[in-house]
């Protein structure tokens, strides 16, 4: 999944969604969960004051009177959050009287209204996306099963490429598909696919992702993988999203009994008309809480995922009211800007520690991000880096995630199916959170301490200037 360029901001409540009977199961596919319940639609979060400020001394009629409403109700009524105090006090006298009403009718039914509170994380289950060009090694979704509280893995199985108006499999995953986990495999779209995607017919689409799908559950039979379900991972323009559901409707059609289908979820998409809609074509679907903004500017910087907008993807997604698994990041990244500040590349396979063998010099290191400048030109890992030219990493830490996982926990309800983290900490993949620090979080035990960066060796380089040196050029960047 490519992360946005927009923002994701000024959610709208939106209407309740039906709710759906029999919702298949989204780690097992193994029975029904039975029926599932909307929750009544969210007003929109005024933010709390900063710390050490006051609330205002005087009240507006409106919100004396809202104070009245809650004080008659207060045995209905448990305790109510500022930002949703401060809601009331945006309504009119005679809202505020109709509420106060309804809330003392509930109360001699025996109904109650309560606050959200987090939802403890021991209870919600775990998935993990595996996004790399060969699947995990036994040891590290072993260690993922029994540290990581690891349920699913949805596993990136390959992409769908368009040549010569034909549509195939590419890059399929190499090494054994897991056998330890059930799998959802995953398909993404090169970006020549997603840019002619208006033209490219749904039936032929789906039918090449059915026919691969059918292939790949031959192979783990024959590795004894279970494989559960398919993930669709189709970064389509939302003003697409019609077309998308043709495609989803025919694969949906097509799908063996007794496997789920699933989709995920661009932050784009969330206030899109078409969502509710194209959803119903899924069991669930897993909408990425991060990756809303991608910095075209050094001086623009901003961090893959934020609590607050974690907070609102979540509560967006909850309102849709259909079953979903929250994407989580954990992991970093790299970015690379040219002499005048303006990016140029993104890669997910460098980690800050290999900067430190080249000749560049840290000019700035912070919370969230490193940055530094080229002194002179040389290659890392196939990326061409000019003398002055800027490189940027934002690395994964314990805290921050910690941060989106509570900011998830708070905006959830029933529609949760878990969290699904990006991406799955292998042993070899410096780019992730490290396994401990992930386990710590998920279990409640201390942080690990993170290591301190070591010393800048001097060791050989390539100047990007020679002949023999690797092409001026980046890798696309996972995500």
Not at 63 to 90: I, Q, Y
Not at 258 to 263: A, K, P
Not at 344 to 366: H, Y
Request: glycine fraction near 8%.
């Amino acid at each position: 999944m490519w992360m946005s360029t927009d923002f994701l901001c000024g959610f709208q409540p939106a209407p309740l969604m039906p709710s759906r009977q029999g919702t298949v199961n989204p780690l097992l596919f193994a029975e029904s969960t039975g029926a599932e319940t909307g929750r009544v639609s969210q007003p929109s979060v005024l933010k709390s004051p900063p710390l050490g400020s006051s609330l205002p001394t005087t009240l507006s009629t409106d919100a004396a009177l809202a104070s009245a409403a809650l004080s008659v109700n207060a045995a209905s009524v448990d305790t109510f959050s500022f930002s949703e105090t401060m809601w009331l006090t945006t309504l009119k006298p005679r809202a505020v009287l109709c509420l106060a009403l309804a809330i003392g009718t509930l109360s001699g039914l025996g109904l109650t209204l309560r606050p959200r509170s987090p939802k403890p994380l021991a209870e919600i289950p775990v998935a993990y996306w595996a996004w790399r060009n060969d699947a995990p090694t036994g040891d590290d979704v072993r260690a993922v099963v029994g540290r990581g509280r690891g349920s699913a893995l949805f596993l990136r199985a390959g992409q769908i490429e368009l040549k010569k108006d034909a549509l195939r499999r590419i890059r399929p995953a190499g090494g054994a598909f897991p056998d330890r986990l059930p799998l959802h495999l995953v398909y993404n779209a090169t970006p020549d696919v997603l840019f002619r995607f208006e033209r490219i017919e749904p039936a032929a689409l789906a039918a090449c992702i059915l026919e691969t799908f059918a292939a790949d559950r031959d192979r783990a039979r024959r590795e004894r993988a279970t494989v559960v379900g398919l993930q669709l991972d189709i970064d389509c323009p939302t003003r697409l999203l019609g077309r998308y559901r043709e495609t989803l409707r025919i694969v949906r059609a097509g799908l063996p009994a007794g496997y789920g289908l699933s989709i995920t979820g661009l932050p784009t998409w969330m206030n899109a008309p078409e969502l509710p809609q194209l959803l119903k074509e899924t069991d669930f679907w897993t909408p990425q809480c991060y990756g809303w903004r991608i910095p075209e500017t050094l001086d623009d910087l901003t961090p893959i995922a934020e609590p607050e907008a974690v907070g609102r993807a979540v509560a967006r997604a909850e309102n849709l009211g259909h079953p979903y698994f929250a994407g989580i990041a954990a992991y970093g990244y790299l970015l690379h800007f040219d002499r005048s500040r303006r990016r140029l590349s993104l890669r997910g396979d460098i980690s800050a520690t290999e900067i430190r063998k080249f000749p560049a010099r840290c000019i700035n290191r912070d919370s969230v991000f490193e940055t530094w400048r080229a002194e002179t030109d040389f290659v890392i890992d196939g990326l061409g880096v000019r003398a002055g030219e800027f490189l940027v990493f934002e690395t994964p830490s314990a805290e921050r995630f910690a941060a989106s996982l509570d900011a998830a926990r708070t905006s959830c309800g029933p529609a949760l199916r878990g969290f699904c983290l990006f991406r799955l900490p292998a042993t070899d993949d410096p780019t992730t959170l490290p396994l401990d620090a992930v386990a710590a979080v998920l279990n409640g035990t201390p942080i690990p301490e993170s290591p301190a960066p070591p010393e800048r060796r001097s060791v050989h380089f390539t100047s990007i200037s020679k002949p023999d040196a690797a092409p001026m050029a980046a890798k696309e960047g996972p995500r």
